[in-house]
């Protein structure tokens, strides 16, 4: 399987089909206890071990413990509290920036992350330290070879532009007619000082 997200086109192949690879670098996966493929990576200079997550449509998941052990967001005089949802449910996080992270060859900088507080769930299940998403995987095609346990990186149009964050405290769900509702409002973010502004729209 295929995907190159900043071109838009998912490709699918028999394993033993000879694609075109010649300009991808491969890493090796492991595999969780439930299937899910795992790669390593380097975050601001500490090497761990990060699930493939399609389901992270934002950005880099860090553990609580990973980013204590090796000071990873220890710069920041004040984060910015968050949170996220995940297959266990809602979690909070902490959010930064990493200055880099490196999976294989390639460096990607100024990606942005959230460092989770749940003390339980898949990720400390399985002894992992965070996940990848969105953020990291669309500025590459990626090919995972399952059968090979191979996961192939080429750097796409979109390798290593910059990342934007919202960053405004609200956290929306979207309703069965399709619009949208403020499920939270997080304090230490801007959207506290919009409450008035948000009830009336």
């Given at each position: 399987?295929?995907?190159?997200?900043?071109?838009?086109?998912?490709?699918?192949?028999?394993?033993?089909?000879?694609?075109?690879?010649?300009?991808s670098?491969?890493?090796?996966?492991?595999?969780?206890?439930?299937?899910?493929p795992?790669?390593?990576?380097?975050?601001?200079?500490?090497?761990?071990?990060?699930?493939?997550?399609s389901?992270?449509?934002?950005?880099?998941?860090?553990?609580?413990?990973?980013?204590?052990?090796?000071?990873?967001g220890?710069?920041?005089?004040?984060?910015?509290?968050?949170?996220?949802?995940?297959?266990?449910?809602?979690?909070?996080?902490?959010?930064?920036?990493?200055?880099?992270?490196?999976?294989?060859?390639?460096?990607?900088h100024?990606?942005?992350?959230?460092i989770?507080?749940?003390?339980?769930?898949?990720?400390q299940?399985?002894?992992?330290?965070g996940?990848?998403?969105?953020?990291?995987?669309?500025?590459?095609?990626?090919?995972i070879?399952?059968?090979?346990?191979?996961?192939?990186?080429r750097?796409?149009?979109?390798?290593?532009?910059?990342v934007?964050?919202?960053?405004?405290?609200?956290?929306?769900?979207?309703?069965?007619?399709?619009?949208?509702?403020?499920?939270?409002?997080?304090?230490?973010?801007?959207?506290?000082?919009?409450?008035?502004?948000?009830?009336g729209?």
């Open positions: 399987m295929s995907l190159d997200i900043a071109g838009g086109r998912a490709t699918f192949a028999p394993t033993t089909a000879q694609n075109p690879l010649d300009k670098k491969a890493l090796p996966l492991t595999f969780t206890t439930g299937h899910i795992v790669v390593g990576a380097i975050v601001e200079g500490a090497p761990g071990s990060f699930e493939i997550d389901g992270n449509n934002d950005d880099l998941l860090l553990t609580q413990s990973f980013a204590s052990a090796h000071g990873v220890s710069g920041y005089r004040t984060p910015t509290h968050s949170e996220y949802v995940g297959v266990g449910g809602s979690a909070s996080s902490t959010r930064i920036r990493v200055a880099s992270i490196s999976v294989g060859p390639f460096i990607l100024g990606i942005p992350a959230e989770s507080q749940a003390k339980s769930g898949v990720l299940r399985d002894g992992l330290d996940n990848l998403g969105y953020d990291v995987f669309r500025q590459f095609v990626v090919t070879d399952y059968g090979n346990a191979r996961l192939y990186l750097p796409n149009a979109a390798f290593d532009t910059p934007t964050v919202a960053g405004t405290g609200i956290i929306p769900e979207r309703n069965a007619d399709g619009t949208f509702g403020i499920v939270k409002v997080l304090d230490g973010t801007p959207a506290p000082y919009a409450r008035g502004t948000l009830r729209s």
